[in-house]
C-alpha cells in the first residue's frame, strides 16, 4: 500500500508559477513509475507528466517547456514546477505512482489560474 500526499495547490495570475510537491509512505526509489495527472471540470483525466524509475520524463504536449517534473529521493518527494501558467491549467492535479501491478493516487489539490 503506498500513500501519496500532494501539496503546493492555489491561485495564482496567468504567467505565474507554483511548485507541486507529492509525498510518498513508500521509498519513491522503489516505485516503477510517477506522474502527475490533472482533470478540469467536464473533462477526462490526463497525463501532464510522468518519471519511470530510471529517470526519463514524458510530458503531455500542452505543457511541454511550461513544467518540468522532478523527484527527490532523500525526501520520497516528487515535485511539478509549473511555469508560464495559463488559465487553461486551471484543474485539480493529482500525484500517482506505479508499484507492482497496481496504481495508486493521492487525494489531488486545486490549481486555479485567473486570466
Known amino acids: 500500500q503506498v500513500q501519496l500526499v500532494e501539496s503546493g495547490g492555489g491561485l495564482v495570475q496567468a504567467g505565474g508559477s507554483l511548485r507541486l510537491s507529492c509525498t510518498a509512505s513508500?521509498?519513491?526509489?522503489?516505485?516503477?513509475?510517477m506522474g502527475w495527472y490533472r482533470q478540469a471540470p467536464g473533462k477526462q483525466r490526463e497525463l501532464v507528466a510522468g518519471?519511470?524509475?530510471?529517470?526519463?520524463?514524458n510530458y503531455g504536449d500542452s505543457v511541454k517547456g511550461r513544467f518540468t517534473i522532478s523527484r527527490d529521493n532523500s525526501k520520497n518527494t516528487l515535485y511539478l514546477q509549473m511555469n508560464s501558467l495559463k488559465p487553461e491549467d486551471t484543474a485539480v492535479y493529482y500525484c500517482?505512482?506505479?508499484?507492482?501491478?497496481?496504481?495508486?493516487w493521492g487525494q489531488g489539490t486545486q490549481v486555479t489560474v485567473s486570466s
Open positions: 500517482s505512482a506505479l508499484f507492482g501491478p497496481r496504481d495508486y
Open positions: 518519471i519511470i524509475r530510471g529517470g526519463v520524463t
Open positions: 513508500e521509498n519513491i526509489f522503489n516505485l516503477d513509475a
